[in-house]
């Protein structure tokens, strides 16, 4: 338990989404620190591969669709190869669309390896 050096008064948590520190509640005193996620420094270029995309699945065509920014045909063409790429980026970016693959049941392979 911290205390509030200028009252006394026990130190509230205090945390946004690239902070994080303490705040007095009876004086407003605060100590803030910047917190930046690993994820969002990572230059790295990873590659998003597809193991399981079927091509006549109209909706695994929509998520590869939109994943990609490819059309229709041209994302039907792509989920005839076989694990075709489907998406290079950084990490922020690549967990979006790990969370958007997830949630249809795709099966893919990142590369290099993931690390988070």
Not at 90 to 95: D, E, F, W
């Amino acid at each position: 338990m911290f205390t509030c050096e200028k009252c006394g008064a026990v130190l509230q948590k205090l945390q946004g989404d690239s902070t994080i520190g303490m705040i007095c509640p009876n004086c407003s005193w605060s100590v803030v620190s910047t917190r930046i996620s690993p994820i969002l420094l990572d230059e790295t270029d990873f590659y998003v591969y597809l193991k399981n995309g079927n091509p006549k699945d109209s909706e695994h065509i929509k998520v590869v669709s939109k994943i990609s920014g490819k059309n229709f045909l041209s994302t039907r063409a792509t989920l005839m190869q076989d694990e075709p790429l489907i998406f290079k980026g950084k990490a922020n970016q690549v967990s979006e669309i790990k969370e958007l693959l997830d949630t249809n049941h795709l099966i893919y392979n990142i590369r290099p390896d993931w690390p988070y």
